[in-house]
């Protein structure tokens, strides 16, 4: 679906992202993590074409996005950014309407089919009995639904994330986390997030991309590569992984600020 090909990525003279090559496939949920400033977010801009590489190819559907327009990309990539704003009183449902610009010409209507699209992403967010309810009203996980409909509207095969659960209390973010991956399932949406809980990617991610200083570090299944060594080397962090081989999943505890870690995690890895 995406292959981005030796990336080089610049806020003016600053080099940000250096020399970064992946390749997504259709129906895969892969995040992409690392510490604060190592090109997350600069990595997601530019696949959605918000920002330019300086260096480098990205292919979606095997066509170079730098031949492609906004809206041409926006009809197979939908895009939420950390931090969605909307008017003070828009409705539910018409903002959620502006998922479909992208499919419409400037003098075009609210049709019949925009309507049924409305409602099919409105149902498939649990958005039911929201439509008149104004977004400002709404609580965060609620709010979080809606953008997330909003992108649906686009019917696009591809969702970008950039940390979807930012700012939401426990409760909504494994609410949001569970939408997505029942969207990435029953959907068969190619799901791209930006996310800082490890946790959570372990969790939800067939692969995970790590980076650090815009260098890629590591990339593949979670299982794999997210060691308690490589943590210790991306974040600085000393924790412990417990493995669940009939699951195929870690779970990752914290133990503290990287010393010589001196306790020992009171579980053992299986």
Same mark, same amino acid.
């Given at each position: ?12 003279? &600053? ?46 559907? @095997? ?7 906004? @809206?041409?990309?926006? +009809? ?8 969605? @704003?909307?008017?003070? =009183? ?13 499919? +419409?010409? $400037? ?8 309507? %049924?699209?409305?409602? $099919? ?23 979080? &639904?809606? $953008? ?17 659960? !930012?700012?939401? =209390? ?10 997505? @991956?029942?969207?990435? +399932? ?26 650090? =200083? ?12 997210? !060691?308690?060594?490589?943590?210790? %080397?991306?974040?600085?962090? %000393?924790? /412990?992984? &417990? ?17 010589? /870690? ?9």
């Amino acid at each position: 679906m995406i292959e981005a090909k030796n990336l080089k990525i610049s806020y003016e003279e &600053r080099v940000v992202v250096k020399d970064f090559s992946f390749n997504i496939e259709e129906g895969e949920m892969v995040s992409i993590i690392g510490p604060n400033g190592s090109g997350k977010s600069t990595i997601l801009k530019t696949i959605s074409k918000l920002l330019k590489q300086q260096e480098g190819l990205i292919y979606l559907e @095997k066509e170079d996005i730098s031949h492609m327009n906004i @809206k041409n990309i926006a +009809k197979k990539m939908s895009t939420l950014s950390q931090h969605n @704003k909307s008017p003070e =009183d828009i409705e539910v449902k018409d903002l959620i309407y502006y998922g479909r610009l992208p499919h +419409k010409k $400037w003098y075009e209507r609210k049709t019949k089919e925009d309507e %049924e699209i409305i409602n $099919w992403a409105i149902s498939q967010t649990s958005l039911n009995g929201y439509e008149e309810k104004k977004v400002s009203e709404l609580s965060g996980g609620e709010r979080q &639904r809606v $953008w997330i409909a909003m992108a649906l509207a686009q019917k696009p095969k591809i969702l970008l994330l950039d940390e979807p659960t !930012t700012y939401l =209390d426990i409760c909504h973010q494994l609410e949001v986390m569970e939408l997505i @991956k029942s969207l990435n +399932k029953e959907l068969g949406l190619t799901v791209i997030m930006v996310l800082h809980d490890l946790g959570q990617a372990a969790k939800y991610s067939h692969r995970v991309v790590v980076i650090k =200083d815009g260098n890629l570090v590591a990339k593949g299944s979670p299982y794999d590569i997210l !060691t308690e060594e490589l943590i210790k %080397e991306v974040y600085k962090v %000393e924790v /412990c992984i &417990r493995k669940d081989i009939l699951k195929g999943e870690i779970i990752i505890h914290p133990l503290g600020v990287c010393k010589s /870690c001196e306790k020992r995690c009171q579980y053992e890895a299986i």
